[in-house]
């Protein structure tokens, strides 16, 4: 195999229909210089047995299948065994846009300086796939690298980092639920040098077997008041940023759905495809409409 440049990882548990979808989307677009790396839970719904497969025959490139003691802890093996110059972090639920995300992968293969890479960010429920949001973390990445903030959250879907600066930053931390949450946090206060992609790397998907939909608010409540302390960081206007509240928020109501259905998957469209068929379609339709830069400190 070609000297690796791209690392895609994922880490996963019970969630075949996720997983067939994305990595259908993914395996036929893989480029020469990339691989896949998959970590999976011991999944006991048929997955662990899809994803031998492909291993077998060579569609996936590192495959590794175990307990976990949390998310973090798969997370982090999935990081520790991608070869790759970049790595780029697919959770299994969401939508990507793998042109973005090469374009963000080329510049970070010419500015060798750029230790992590961030980008806008799409979200949707599900329940209400016609509906998708455009977000930003622009203005908080503007007033960190203009020494406005010591600090600022980002969520890691449209994350690509730089392998070599994990010797800096670290892993995830397996005592934060909001792992990505912490993990931001940590790479902006230890001052990185982050470029930020004005394009859409990813479309964020919640639904009720997703993490953050399953997140305790109290509990991250809590996780807020150690960030404060641990990384100087005041919030975008409380103790937890705006975009994990949104998060919460979603979670919270879909948790409180769940309450009266004893069956989530219930609250899952019967026909995936056709759902992830309108954000894949969403997702590239808008990048290709803009004109997008790159954006890091002088």
Known sequence: MANINLSYIISTRNRLPFLKILLAELIPQLMPDEEIVVVDGQSTDGAKEYLQQLFNEGKIHQFISEPDKNQAHGWNKALLLAKGIIIKKLIDDDVFCYSAIRECKAYMLLNTNVDVMLSNDLTSDINNHEIINQQSRFTQFENWKNGQAPSFTFGDVHMLIRKSALSYIGLYSAL???????????????????????????????????????????????EGKKGELLYDYAGDSSDISMWSKIKIAVGTRLSSIQKNNTDNKQLIPEDLAVVYNYYYDYINRLNASLQTTFIQKA
Do not use: C
């Open 176 to 222: 934060f639920t909001m792992m990505d949450w912490e993990y931001s946090l940590r790479i902006s206060y230890l001052q990185v040098n982050i470029a930020y992609y004005t394009g859409y790397n990813a479309l964020s998907v919640m639904h009720p077997q997703s993490i953050t939909s399953l997140a305790d608010k109290r509990k991250i409540a809590q």
